[in-house]
Nanobody, 124 residues
Framework: QVQLVESGGGLVQTGGSLRLSCAAS????????MGWFRQAPGKEREFVAA????????RYADSVKGRFTISRDNAKNMVYLQMDSLKPEDTAVYYC?????????????????WGQGTQVTVSS
């Protein structure tokens, strides 16, 4: 079992920045590829970003490329999502997820563990 806890969400104005954090416990963190997903009211959960177990390979949704950066610190059992140039359409609950494997994956069904989510609201 792996437990994931997100933090860092909040209210920010258009063009502002937030840094989300995800703390992992329960298993060897470095054995998992990690991802961030988001879900807005009335919409399906969508892929945002993912990172390989070693932190050397990353992937991003087209909607956030150039604005968001995913990173990880395996020594601290942490994964981060730096969000810059935020837009109102980024408003959603953001979820941290873990995949039992070393390769980058981007679909919800490929992830084995999920956090409880943290709210990000971007005002216009």
């Amino acid at each position: 079992q792996v437990q994931l806890v997100e933090s860092g969400g909040g209210l920010v104005q258009t063009g502002g920045s937030l840094r989300l954090s995800c703390a992992a416990s329960g298993r060897t963190f470095s054995m998992y590829a990690m991802g961030w997903f988001r879900q807005a009211p009335g919409k399906e959960r969508e892929f945002v970003a993912a990172i390989s177990w070693g932190g050397t390979v990353t992937r991003y949704a087209d909607s956030v490329k150039g604005r968001f950066t995913i990173s990880r610190d395996n020594a601290k059992n942490m994964v981060y999502l730096q969000m810059d140039s935020l837009k109102p359409e980024d408003t959603a609950v953001y979820y941290c997820a873990a995949h039992k494997g070393i390769a980058v994956v981007t679909t919800t069904t490929e992830f084995d563990y999920w956090g409880q989510g943290t709210q990000v609201t971007v005002s216009s």
